[in-house]
C-alpha cells in the first residue's frame, strides 16, 4: 500500500521510520519532510497551512492512508476534506480538534464531564483577568486559548506577573490571535505523564506511557519548549494505574466528545500532572507527541499501519499492540537561543558516528540536507534516541551519542529520564 505522512518534525521522521518497517507498505512519502526522512521516505514539497495544498498533493499521490503529523491540518479541518472525499486518513475531525486548538473548549468540556483538571477561569479581557485573579494563590499558570507551539504558556510566580503576562497575550503582541482569550489555572505540582491513546471514536486503546520535559534547562528551569526530551519505560506506570487513566480520563474524554456530536478518532494525548490529589489533566493534543513519539515506537514491536487502520476502521483492541520490556529515551539537540529566535543553517557533523552508537537511532527533526550535507533547519534540530535493556544504559548510549554530534550554538538538556532514574 501507498503511505502519505504529513509533516517535517522528529514525531514524523520516527513514524516514517516505523511505517517503512511495516510490510504492507511499497510506497511512502513524506510532505514536506525534512534532511532525514529522506533516507526513509520520498520527500515532497506540501504548505501544511493550505487544504488546498494537502488536497492537490493527495489527488496527485492517490495514498491509500495518510497519517497526519502535527495539530495544524487538523486543526485546519484536513480529516474533514480527506474523508469527504473517500480518501483515509488517520486523525480527528476539525471539531474533534478543538480538544487542543482551544484550551477553553477542553477546560469547559472536562469540567461538563467531570474530569479531573486544575480549577481556572477563561478571560477575554485584563478586567476579567484581574477580577479572576483575585480567586488564585500564585504561582498562576496563564495559557493563550489557541495553538503557540508549546510556548503558550507561562507560569507566574505573583498575581502581578500573571496580570502583565495575560495582558501581553491579550494584546496580540505575543502569539497573534491564539492569545485573543486567555485561560488562568491553579498552578499543579507532581510528575507529568504522556499518556496516549488510539481511539476509534468509541474505544481506545493506550499506548505505553511516556515523560516529556518541557522546560529548556535541566532541573526543569527556564521557559516552556515543544519538549526536549522523553523517556518511556515498563514500569512508568503500573498496570493499576494505566486502567484507572483509561477508565477515568480516556474513555470518558472519547465517550464524552460522541456524546456531543464531535466523535474523536485518531491519537489522543492525555498530558497529566499526577498530583498527591490523583492525576490531573493539564492539556490534550489530538496528535502523536512530539518528542514522545520517538521513545514509544522505538518500543512499538507490532505494526503500526495495522493499528492505524483498526482505528479508522473502528476496530481497535488490545491486541493490535506488541511492546518491548526495553527502555527508550530521546535527547533533543535544539538550536542556539531555542525556544526563543535562533539562527539556521548551521552545518551538522557526526551524524554517522552517532547513530553507529549500540541501540541508537538519530531522528532529524528541523535539518535540511544540500550537497549530502546536513545543516541545521529548525529549533528543534535533532531527537538522538536509543533503546537498552534498562533506562540507564539506554540514558548513556543516547547521550554518547549526542556528544558525537556538533554544530554551531547546540543545545541539549543533560538530565533527561534523571529524575527516573533516582526513584
Ligand atoms: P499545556 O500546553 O497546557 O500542556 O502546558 C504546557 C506545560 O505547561 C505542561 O506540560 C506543564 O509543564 C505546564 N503546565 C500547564 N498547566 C499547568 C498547571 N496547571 N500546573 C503546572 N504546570 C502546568
Ligand atoms: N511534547 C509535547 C507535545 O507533543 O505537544
Same mark, same amino acid.
Request: net charge negative; with cysteine; aromatic share 6%.
Given at each position: 500500500?501507498?503511505?502519505?505522512?504529513?509533516?517535517?518534525?522528529?514525531?514524523?521522521?520516527?513514524?516514517?521510520?516505523?511505517?517503512?518497517?511495516?510490510?504492507?507498505?511499497?510506497?511512502? &512519502?513524506?510532505?514536506?519532510?525534512?534532511?532525514?526522512?529522506?533516507e526513509?521516505?520520498?520527500? =515532497?514539497?506540501?504548505?501544511?497551512?493550505?487544504?488546498?495544498?494537502?488536497?492537490?498533493?493527495?489527488?496527485?499521490?492517490r495514498?491509500?492512508?495518510?497519517?497526519?503529523?502535527?495539530?495544524?491540518?487538523?486543526?485546519?479541518?484536513?480529516?474533514?476534506?480527506?474523508?469527504?472525499?473517500?480518501?483515509?486518513?488517520?486523525?480527528?475531525?476539525?471539531?474533534?480538534?478543538?480538544? !487542543?486548538?482551544?484550551?477553553?473548549? /477542553?477546560?469547559?468540556?472536562?469540567?461538563? %464531564?467531570?474530569?479531573?483538571?486544575?480549577?481556572?477561569?477563561?478571560?477575554?479581557?485584563?478586567?476579567?483577568? @484581574?477580577t479572576? =485573579?483575585?480567586? &488564585?494563590?500564585?504561582?498562576?499558570v496563564?495559557?493563550?486559548?489557541?495553538?503557540?507551539?508549546?510556548?503558550?504558556?507561562?507560569? /507566574?510566580?505573583?498575581? !502581578?506577573?500573571?496580570?502583565?503576562? /495575560?495582558?501581553?497575550?491579550?494584546?496580540?503582541?505575543?502569539?497573534?490571535?491564539?492569545?485573543?482569550?486567555?485561560?488562568?489555572?491553579?498552578?499543579?505540582?507532581?510528575? !507529568?505523564?504522556?499518556?496516549?491513546?488510539?481511539?476509534?471514536?468509541?474505544?481506545?486503546?493506550?499506548l505505553?506511557?511516556?515523560?516529556? #520535559?518541557?522546560?529548556?534547562?535541566?532541573?526543569?528551569?527556564?521557559?516552556?519548549?515543544?519538549?526536549?526530551?522523553?523517556?518511556?519505560?515498563?514500569?512508568?506506570?503500573?498496570?493499576?494505574?494505566?486502567?484507572? =487513566?483509561?477508565? #477515568?480520563?480516556?474513555?470518558?474524554?472519547?465517550?464524552?466528545?460522541?456524546?456531543?456530536?464531535?466523535?474523536?478518532?485518531?491519537?489522543?494525548?492525555?498530558?497529566?500532572?499526577?498530583?498527591?490529589r490523583?492525576?490531573?489533566?493539564?492539556?490534550?493534543?489530538? @496528535?502523536?507527541?512530539?518528542?514522545?513519539?520517538?521513545?514509544?515506537?522505538? @518500543?512499538?514491536?507490532?505494526?503500526?499501519?495495522?493499528?492505524?487502520?483498526?482505528?479508522?476502521?473502528?476496530?481497535?483492541?488490545?491486541?493490535?499492540?506488541?511492546?518491548?520490556?526495553?527502555?527508550?529515551?530521546c535527547?533533543?539537540?535544539?538550536?542556539?537561543?531555542?525556544?526563543?529566535?535562533?539562527?539556521?543553517?548551521?552545518?551538522?557533523?557526526?551524524?554517522?558516528?552517532?547513530?553507529?552508537?549500540?541501540?541508537?537511532?538519530?531522528? %532529524?527533526?528541523?535539518?535540511?540536507? @544540500?550537497?549530502?550535507?546536513?545543516?541545521?533547519?529548525?529549533?528543534?534540530?535533532?531527537?538522538?534516541?536509543?533503546r537498552?535493556?534498562?533506562?540507564?544504559?539506554?540514558?548513556?548510549?543516547?547521550?554518547?551519542?549526542?556528544?558525537?554530534?556538533?554544530? !554551531?550554538?547546540?543545545?541539549?538538556?543533560?538530565?533527561?529520564?534523571?529524575?527516573?532514574?533516582?526513584?
Open positions: 500500500m501507498k503511505v502519505l505522512v504529513l509533516g517535517g518534525g522528529g514525531r514524523e521522521h520516527a513514524l516514517v521510520w516505523k511505517l517503512r518497517r511495516s510490510p504492507r507498505i511499497t510506497q511512502l &512519502f513524506c510532505a514536506p519532510g525534512n534532511g532525514g526522512i529522506g526513509d521516505a520520498q520527500c =515532497l514539497a506540501v504548505d501544511l497551512k493550505s487544504i488546498d495544498s494537502m488536497t492537490a498533493l493527495a489527488a496527485r499521490l495514498p491509500d492512508l495518510t497519517v497526519v503529523g502535527p495539530e495544524l491540518p487538523l486543526t485546519l479541518g484536513v480529516v474533514d476534506e480527506f474523508t469527504r472525499r473517500g480518501w483515509p486518513i488517520f486523525g480527528p475531525t476539525q471539531a474533534a480538534a478543538q480538544l !487542543e486548538s482551544s484550551k477553553s473548549f /477542553a477546560k469547559e468540556f472536562l469540567q461538563r %464531564h467531570r474530569i479531573p483538571t486544575a480549577p481556572f477561569a477563561i478571560c477575554d479581557s485584563i478586567e476579567q483577568v @484581574r479572576a =485573579l483575585g480567586h &488564585f494563590h500564585p504561582p498562576v496563564v495559557k493563550a486559548d489557541g495553538l503557540a507551539a508549546g510556548k503558550g504558556v507561562v507560569i /507566574a510566580k505573583s498575581k !502581578e506577573e500573571a496580570a502583565g503576562v /495575560a495582558a501581553e497575550m491579550l494584546s496580540g503582541k505575543m502569539l497573534g490571535e491564539a492569545g485573543a482569550r486567555v485561560v488562568l489555572e491553579e498552578c499543579l505540582k507532581g510528575d !507529568e505523564l504522556s499518556f496516549l491513546v488510539f481511539s476509534d471514536g468509541e474505544r481506545v486503546v493506550p505505553v506511557a511516556a515523560q516529556d #520535559h518541557k522546560r529548556v534547562g535541566d532541573g526543569d528551569t527556564g521557559p516552556n519548549t515543544g519538549g526536549m526530551g522523553a523517556y518511556s519505560t515498563p514500569d512508568i506506570i503500573d498496570d493499576q494505574m494505566r486502567g484507572w =487513566l483509561v477508565h #477515568h480520563i480516556a474513555q470518558p474524554v472519547v465517550a464524552g466528545m460522541k456524546a456531543e456530536g464531535t466523535e474523536f478518532k485518531g491519537m489522543l494525548y492525555c498530558g497529566l500532572m499526577m498530583t498527591v490523583g492525576p490531573m489533566v493539564l492539556e490534550f493534543n489530538c @496528535r502523536f507527541g512530539d518528542p514522545e513519539t520517538q521513545p514509544i515506537l522505538m @518500543r512499538l514491536e507490532s505494526d503500526l499501519v495495522e493499528a492505524i487502520e483498526a482505528s479508522i476502521e473502528g476496530r481497535v483492541s488490545e491486541g493490535d499492540f506488541k511492546w518491548s520490556v526495553d527502555a527508550a529515551v535527547v533533543v539537540m535544539a538550536s542556539g537561543g531555542y525556544p526563543g529566535t535562533y539562527a539556521v543553517g548551521k552545518r551538522i557533523d557526526g551524524l554517522e558516528d552517532a547513530g553507529a552508537v549500540e541501540g541508537v537511532k538519530v531522528f %532529524h527533526a528541523g535539518t535540511a540536507k @544540500r550537497d549530502g550535507v546536513y545543516y541545521t533547519a529548525g529549533g528543534r534540530v535533532l531527537g538522538v534516541t536509543a537498552a535493556g534498562s533506562l540507564e544504559t539506554a540514558v548513556a548510549r543516547a547521550y554518547q551519542a549526542c556528544g558525537k554530534i556538533s554544530f !554551531e550554538g547546540a543545545h541539549y538538556r543533560k538530565d533527561i529520564a534523571a529524575r527516573a532514574m533516582k526513584k
